[in-house]
């Protein structure tokens, strides 16, 4: 059993819960073993995420709700116990995460939480094309329009680093177009986790050396572990 609460006490202060969703409508990204997370039953979902939910205090008036998926994944019961906690608990700002196919329907979020700072974030990955297509089956293009338009719709992207067959040159470029375009990016350094992504060593040496710094930078949040989140499904 993983850690489904925890509170983030450093920068961007928070309280974070894992959820659980139905399956993510995409679910075919090749580094992903979090979907094995997802369920198909109602009841079950919604039982695990109301016990998660009255863990919430308020305390920092911010929370981040992350699932294997988007938003839009989460059952109307689970939405609603948010909605409730949110207002009970006075949060003024919320965290969640999208897939890149809901970009349009992001308002919806935001009517239903009236009233909230509502901060999209998206695995962007990589702002490579063609490695985030090929490599990482993450099925969506990018331009200098579509850039523009993500950033004015979300807060956040994932960057995900250090993995076989990127170069130091292609995340040098992630970063800087991470930080070009968006209020806020988080980098994860791969960890091998099952799936046919692997991780490079050699990468993470050079990527620590380099880029430690960021962790004193108020825009990056820098996941040496994927765990440093401290939610997690085993």
Not at 50 to 66: A, D, Q, R
Not at 89 to 110: A, H, Q, V
Not at 155 to 182: H, P
Not at 211 to 227: A, F, G, P, T
Request: hydrophobic share 35%; charged share 30%; net charge negative.
């Amino acid at each position: 059993m993983g850690v489904r609460y925890n509170k983030i006490t450093g920068k961007h202060q928070r309280e974070i819960v894992l959820l659980k969703s139905f399956p993510c409508r995409y679910g075919k990204c090749s580094f992903c073993n979090y979907i094995e997370d997802n369920s198909t039953d109602e009841k079950e979902i919604d039982s695990v995420n109301l016990e998660v939910l009255k863990e919430i205090t308020g305390e920092f008036g911010v929370l981040e709700v992350i699932n294997s998926g988007s938003v839009f994944e989460l059952t109307p019961n689970t939405m609603a116990e948010i909605k409730k906690i949110v207002k009970e608990k006075n949060i003024k700002i919320l965290y969640f995460e999208i897939y890149y196919g809901y970009i349009k329907r992001l308002e919806e979020i935001r009517k239903y939480f009236d009233g909230i700072e509502i901060r999209f974030r998206m695995g962007m990955e990589t702002f490579d094309d063609d490695f985030r297509i090929n490599v990482y089956n993450k099925n969506f293009h990018t331009d200098e329009n579509i850039l523009n338009l993500l950033g004015k719709e979300l807060y956040s992207v994932c960057l995900l680093v250090c993995t076989k067959g990127q170069t130091k040159e292609m995340i040098d470029k992630d970063i800087e177009s991470g930080l070009k375009y968006f209020k806020n990016i988080t980098i994860n350094i791969f960890i091998d986790n099952g799936t046919k992504v692997k991780r490079d060593n050699e990468l993470v040496k050079w990527f620590v050396k380099k880029y430690s710094h960021l962790m004193e930078d108020d825009r990056v949040e820098l996941l040496i572990d994927n765990k440093d989140l401290g939610v997690f499904e085993q």
